[in-house]
């Protein structure tokens, strides 16, 4: 039997944060990342890059603030 962990998580500005949000993430100045994790404490986070093929970086959700799905297409056709 498995225990489901429920965390809620919301950014700076109080949205919520769930799995596969996209979020912008100061790590090594500006990232933006996709949320792959929720944990008790912090929040798993993927690099959109497509040249990424690490697992991603533990940050804490005021660490990070949500951003419109459709504004990081453009910015993924623009790289």
């Known amino acids: 039997m ?3 962990k429920s965390a809620d998580h919301a950014d700076i500005l109080g949205n919520p944060l769930t799995v596969g949000t996209t ?3 100061s790590h090594h100045g ?3 990342c996709t949320v ?3 944990t008790s404490k912090m929040i798993r986070v993927t690099p959109v890059r497509p040249q990424y093929r690490g697992d991603g970086y ?3 959700p005021i660490d990070m603030v949500a951003v419109d799905p ?3 297409t453009l ?3 623009k790289q």
């Open 30 to 32: 500006m990232q933006i």
């Open 75 to 77: 910015y993924i056709l």
């Open 70 to 72: 459709a504004l990081v």
């Open 58 to 60: 533990l940050k804490y």
């Open 2 to 4: 498995t225990k489901e």
């Open 36 to 38: 792959t994790k929720l």
């Open 23 to 25: 979020v912008a993430v």
